[in-house]
């Protein structure tokens, strides 16, 4: 399980889930999410993401 936090808002991303809104499939790794990818909470990009 990888986890992916927004240094924005906090929104977690688990790639064991995915992101419906974010059209992201579950069991998608971080590295395999679109450079274009916005956090669906505030629309950070994808590099404003750290580890969790």
Same mark, same amino acid.
Request: negative net charge.
């Given at each position: 399980?990888?986890?992916?936090?927004?240094?924005?808002? &906090?929104?977690?991303?688990?790639?064991?889930?995915?992101?419906?809104? &974010?059209?992201?499939?579950?069991?998608?790794?971080?590295?395999?999410?679109?450079?274009?990818?916005?956090?669906?909470?505030?629309?950070?990009?994808?590099?404003?993401?750290?580890?969790?």
């Amino acid at each position: 399980m990888e986890r992916m936090q927004c240094d924005k808002c &906090g929104y977690v991303y688990d790639s064991t889930e995915g992101d419906a809104k &974010g059209n992201v499939a579950p069991n998608t790794a971080w590295a395999d999410v679109p450079a274009d990818y916005k956090c669906p909470e505030c629309g950070a990009s994808k590099d404003d993401f750290i580890i969790e």
